[in-house]
């Protein structure tokens, strides 16, 4: 049997019920309910999450599982990963507080503070225990003198790597390097090109 939650309630759940951390909300209205089936809250108007890891600001944001394990933010959405220093915006995002995975969708932005990265694309998930960030569809992203572009690519904000498939192309000031699949290392700059390299290289005369 499900009961309804009231504004008390709801919060003492979120502060003392969700396991590993205290989770903080704030919006205009909100609904809820609690059961043996799980826990389930709808955040509406100005909502607003705050855990230990993350920072989240939506039109709407959805609770749900045991222990408010997943947040589901729409409209508007915007953010922190307090920890790992990244700042992001989009339409919608999902975010699992067990596996620390986080899936963002439709003109995303996102901005790796700590790495002086800046990244969009249409789809974006986000691990935080390997670091990685796969984008899909009108991925571009810049990085000091790089700029890049791809319709899939991997960032890795540990081991500063990116990888880019799907007609990728790197442009360091006057250089330009296309291939099939381009990793680059952002701490060295190094480009590795695999399969039908092109490119345009130009040297300054002394």
Known sequence: MRANLSLFSLFFLFAFTAA???VMFRSDSMTGSS????????????????????????????????DYR?????????????????DFTCAEMTYDRELKVSSMHDTVH????????VANA?????????????MQISVAMQQKDNVCTASYAIYNTQTR??????NPQIVQGADTFRAQEIVLDL????????????GAVKRNDE
């Open 20 to 22: 590993a951390e205290t």
């Open 35 to 66: 059961g043996s089936g799980g826990d389930f809250a709808r955040l509406t108007g100005n909502a607003s999450i705050t855990t230990e890891r993350v920072e989240i600001f939506a039109d709407s944001i959805e609770l749900s599982g045991k």
């Open 70 to 86: 997943y947040i589901k933010a729409t409209g508007n959405v915007s953010g922190t990963n307090i920890k790992e220093k990244i």
């Open 110 to 117: 996102l901005v790796d503070r700590a790495n002086g990265t």
């Open 122 to 134: 249409q789809l974006m998930e986000y691990d935080e225990n390997t670091g990685a960030v796969v």
């Open 161 to 166: 790597k990116l990888f880019l498939s799907g």
């Open 187 to 198: 701490d060295t700059n190094e480009v590795t090109l695999d399969g039908r390299v092109r």
